[in-house]
């Protein structure tokens, strides 16, 4: 860019050497000479677009002191170089002061000056401007980072913070009364003394409230600095509520982990057992059955080595039954296999459909029993349940209520549902037997059974099929009884959206 200049000064001539020796070193200069007080006021009045004013000191309309006073009051980072013959030291002085750039005394030998003294303030001015530049870079940097950056004095006294540093103290830029009691500054003040005593810096944590309920926290660096003679303390103040958080939120997944984890352990552990004892209980269960069909099968053999057949008859028809019974506990025992293993799907259910399903599916049993069902069920109570496990267990429970009686009574059921809270509980009651306090846990294993086969036949799996399927619908079973009052089974499920 060509060098802009204004030149003022009332003598042409002094204009015209002056002018002479700058574009000798400046060929591209644009001159404006200015040689009246109009010409300065138009000069004044387009913002003075110049790169550096040369003045004479004494002109007729006005003196060099002046026109340095009202450029700098316009524009105060453009150069001004005095130019005179007629100025004394003390004029000069009292010129600097008022911010001239430079003094160049006007005689043939000190002309070759006014380009060396134009380049300095060039180049100064280029200094300061790129100075002015950076800082302002800089301010604007600081007012814009998420990093709060204040100066305190050493004796805690707040001197400037940025955007960010009030925003993290909740105040409003320059509410330095208020910003003591904040727990940052708080903490921050009870560091000084280390600083001011040892050390250069230091680092702390702050936390304001509990930051799990809308607290914060920070970390804040400390360097000790000196400015300006005095000592300070410089601070960085970060916002690590976010990663406080995340901490935190790590910590309750990691207990919630491991708590699940023992959760998990226990229930295999307890799987486990079940296992075995199931295990154990078919292996003797299932045996004792094969054992009378081989006592049956010698006795045949010893009676047909002796060559008596009279009884045969009868030991083939247990063999028979016995096997019979054999291949219903084998496949009651899949059922409830079943039952552990496959997905169920849950769906809402009708309490009523489900226990229509159930006096259909128990007609004929119920009928040879003379049984007589009474049902007391809302329509509108639905349950979360697998349709078929939920008809499956109603059957098992209605089908015992009918069975375990006393000779010659007849059996009455009483079947009702309601809703508790979020559950709907179905109840089987009946004037059944009854069953001991002591055994009512006991009967839901498998295979357990208080009686004989002669007295109520059946294979022990159908409250072990209950108890299975209920709970793997996410509910559970109960009994109530005493010995010759009846029996009453509770199956409580998830009610269902809807239900009333
Ligand atoms: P099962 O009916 O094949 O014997 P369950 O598992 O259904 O097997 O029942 C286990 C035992 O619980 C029965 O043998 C019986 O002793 C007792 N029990 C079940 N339901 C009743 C009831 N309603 N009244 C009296 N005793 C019952």
């Avoid at 000056?113 to 100064?124: F, H, I, M, S, Y």
Wanted: some cysteine.
């Amino acid at each position: 860019m060509p060098l802009r200049l204004l030149l003022l000064d009332d003598n042409l001539d002094d204009r015209l050497l002056a002018r002479r020796e700058i574009e000798r070193h400046f060929p591209q200069c644009q001159t404006t000479e200015v040689g009246d007080r109009a010409g300065f006021e138009r000069a004044a009045e387009a913002g003075f677009p110049f790169d550096v004013v040369i003045t004479d000191f004494q002109m007729r309309w006005t003196t060099g002191l002046d026109v340095l006073k009202v450029v700098k009051a316009h524009e105060p980072e453009l150069p001004v170089i005095m130019f005179t013959a007629t100025g004394t030291q003390e004029i000069a002085v009292d010129a600097m002061k008022h911010g001239l750039d430079d003094y160049v005394v006007k005689s043939p030998r000190h002309y070759a000056r006014l380009p060396v003294a134009v380049r300095t303030c060039l180049d100064r001015s280029e200094i300061r401007s790129r100075a002015i530049r950076s800082e302002t870079r800089l301010a604007a940097l600081l007012e814009n980072i998420e990093l709060g950056v204040f100066r305190m004095s050493l004796e805690g006294g707040l001197e400037e913070g940025n955007k960010a540093f009030w925003s993290m103290l909740g105040l409003m830029p320059g509410e330095y009364s208020k910003a003591p009691s904040h727990p940052l500054i708080a903490e921050v003040t009870k560091r000084l003394p280390e600083l001011q005593a040892t050390l250069d810096s230091a680092e702390l944590q702050a936390l304001s409230g509990d930051i799990g309920t809308g607290g914060r926290a920070h970390t804040v660096k400390l360097v000790r600095v000196r400015v300006n003679g005095h000592d300070a303390v410089d601070g960085i103040v970060e916002d690590i509520t976010s990663l406080r958080r995340a901490d935190l939120e790590i910590h309750r997944l990691n207990v919630d982990l491991e708590q699940r984890i023992a959760e998990r352990t226990r229930q295999l552990q307890e799987a486990n057992e079940a296992l075995e004892t199931f295990g154990f209980s078919v292996s003797h269960d299932m045996r004792e059955p094969l054992r009378t069909i081989q006592g049956y099968a010698n006795a045949l053999k010893q009676d047909f080595s002796e060559g008596r057949m009279d009884q045969s008859a009868v030991y083939i028809n247990r063999i028979e039954a016995v096997a019979r019974r054999v291949d219903t506990m084998v496949s009651d025992l899949l059922e409830f296999a079943r039952l552990s293993r496959t997905e169920i799907a849950i769906e809402t259910v009708a309490i009523a459909d489900a226990i229509e399903e159930v006096r259909a599916a128990l007609h004929s049993e119920a009928s040879h029993a003379r049984a007589e069902l009474r049902v007391d069920v809302p329509s509108g109570l639905l349950a979360r349940a697998h349709r078929q496990t939920f008809a499956q267990a109603l059957t098992n429970l209605v089908s015992n209520a009918v069975k375990f009686v006393a000779p010659g009574v007849t059996p009455v059921v009483g079947i009702s549902a309601q809703q508790e809270g979020s559950m709907v509980r179905v109840t089987v009651a009946d004037n059944g037997i009854g069953i001991a306090a002591t055994a009512q846990a006991r009967i839901f294993n498998v295979f357990e059974r208080l009686h004989s086969e002669e007295e109520f036949p059946g294979t022990g799996i159908g409250l072990a099929i209950v108890k299975k399927g209920v709970e793997r619908m996410g509910g559970n079973v109960g009994v109530s009884s005493a010995p010759g009052a009846g029996s009453t089974f509770q199956v409580e499920l998830p009610a269902a959206e809807g239900s009333i």
